[in-house]
């Protein structure tokens, strides 16, 4: 336990101090920034590419959660969002979708066929998208209705506003990405 003498308060430097102004951890604002400013990339394949049209419209609105600029460019996206069924020649292309994209970047998998190959337990269907790359925020249903994909949003936004701005250079996350042999 430390003793009061070890800390040191000063005052605030002059023009800094009174209302407006507070003190803050730079995760938090690094985390909250992010949260509110994920830009989708949809890797749309079937029915629930559809439902996440649904989620942009004007009824839903993903706009209110910072989610509006569609990116069809990996470069451009920090939010992966794989929505229906991933053949397994499909599985190299998602990969190298995911590669080029910049850090820090999050995968949502949304349905059951993203989730966990769906009612196609078959040779040519993935059974599941985490099998090639990591996934963040899985969302159930078949097709998953617009209210849920908002809420995988909101589980994803939930996770990046706590993830520290260091996680990446982590061990635990290099461990992660060596898994599935991403450099």
């Not at 090639?132 to 849920?148: F, K, L, N, S, T």
Request: aromatic share 8%.
């Amino acid at each position: 336990m430390s003793n009061s003498k070890d800390i040191k308060l000063v005052d605030a430097p002059p023009g800094v101090e009174g209302s407006g102004f507070f003190a803050t951890q730079l995760d938090t604002v690094v985390g909250m920034a992010r949260a509110n400013s994920l830009w989708p990339l949809p890797f749309a394949t079937s029915c629930c590419g559809i439902e996440f049209m649904a989620t942009m419209a004007s009824h839903y609105d993903v706009a209110r959660f910072g989610s509006e600029r569609m990116s069809f460019s990996p470069r451009q996206a920090d939010m992966l969002l794989v929505m229906g069924t991933i053949a397994k020649k499909m599985a190299p292309i998602l990969r190298q979708v995911y590669e080029q994209m910049a850090e820090p970047r999050w995968v949502i998998a949304v349905g059951a066929c993203a989730s966990s190959g769906g009612v196609f337990d078959t040779y040519s269907v993935l059974q599941g998208i985490d099998k090639v790359i990591p996934v963040d925020v899985y969302v159930p249903g078949c097709p998953p209705r617009p209210e849920q994909i908002l809420d995988g949003i909101m589980r994803l936004q939930d996770i990046v506003r706590s993830e520290s701005v260091r996680r990446r250079n982590s061990p635990e996350y290099q461990e992660l990405m060596a898994s599935y042999n991403i450099t």
